[in-house]
């Protein structure tokens, strides 16, 4: 049986206020970044979990990653920390591919934004 990439692994953004999506912080506030994996499959499954930060122009302000394996049916709730040096409004994207270089994804990307005051 073959199981669909988007089914190896769950991605579930963390809730941190109203459900809105936006959040709120300050200039040169450190904000972590933070979705909830799962592993839903029997094997082991590799992942790299890639944040990028996008400025108000849709130019990246700020790319991180990490990679790793998940265990069968072992959740973890990774991280990357971003500080923002300027005020405005951007938009976050955190994806959960299977790798780093071209090899599709395992989830739907989150998306939200971030009103930096």
Known sequence: ????PLNLVYAEQQSYG???KIWNTN????IQLVADITNNQDV?????YIVQVL?????VVMLNWMTGTLQ???SMSPAQSWTP???GTYTAQI???PCLVACGTLSEPLTMNIVVT
């Open 85 to 87: 040096t300027r005020h």
């Open 55 to 59: 400025g108000s122009d849709g130019k």
């Open 18 to 20: 109203p459900s809105t």
């Open 27 to 30: 200039v040169n506030k450190q």
């Open 95 to 97: 994806f959960d591919w």
């Open 1 to 4: 049986m073959t199981v669909s």
């Open 44 to 48: 082991k499954q590799p992942f790299a």
């Open 72 to 74: 069968p049916h072992q």
